[in-house]
């Protein structure tokens, strides 16, 4: 049994035993996506209208975001930090990229932003609940394309498992 697969049962046997929930940290990921997409809308907005106002906003709300990260990323390793808040913003970003595109019946196109943007949310949450460790990344590219043992799981696979597992929004 792979590290992964200890991790979801350890998880699974938590979650009967102390309702292991994740939905609040979930929760709280997706408010500092839409927060770094305000700071984004903030500082465009300023600079389309001239009017400076608009950055001490941005300041406000992204020392509003600075203070909920902290409550994600518990110990910042090297650029962990930064790491996961250009994940969780790149996500939010292809998720309206898609969101768009399946507005305009571009739906494989939709799927594939969609599918993107899942596999940075579960990134982050591989790095933030520490299933990553620098030690195992060429191991989790095993299964990659163009590698020889196609039965291996990607990285994203892998992590999609946990982020599938872990995290129930639903639980209460």
Not at 37 to 46: P, V
Not at 154 to 161: E, P, R, T, Y
Request: glycine residues 6%; charged residues 30%.
């Amino acid at each position: 049994m792979d590290k992964i697969e200890k991790f979801i049962d350890k998880l699974n046997k938590s979650k009967k035993e102390m309702k292991f929930d994740l939905s609040k940290d979930e929760d709280l990921s997706i408010a500092v996506m839409n927060l770094v997409s305000i700071e984004e809308h903030f500082f465009f907005t300023a600079k389309k209208t001239g009017n400076d106002n608009y950055f001490n906003l941005l300041s406000e709300v992204r020392g509003m975001r600075q203070e909920l990260m902290k409550k994600l990323v518990k110990e910042p390793e090297g650029e962990l930090w930064c790491i996961t808040k250009h994940l969780l913003a790149a996500s939010m970003r292809l998720l309206e990229v898609g969101t768009k595109e399946l507005k305009n019946n571009n739906e494989n196109v939709a799927k594939e932003m969609f599918e993107k943007s899942y596999n940075l949310y579960s990134l982050f949450w591989g790095l933030n609940l520490g299933m990553i460790k620098t030690g195992q990344i060429r191991s989790l590219g095993e299964g990659q394309p163009g590698t020889e043992d196609k039965t291996q799981k990607s990285a994203f696979a892998k992590l999609d498992q946990i982020v599938k597992k872990a995290i129930d929004c639903c639980l209460e």
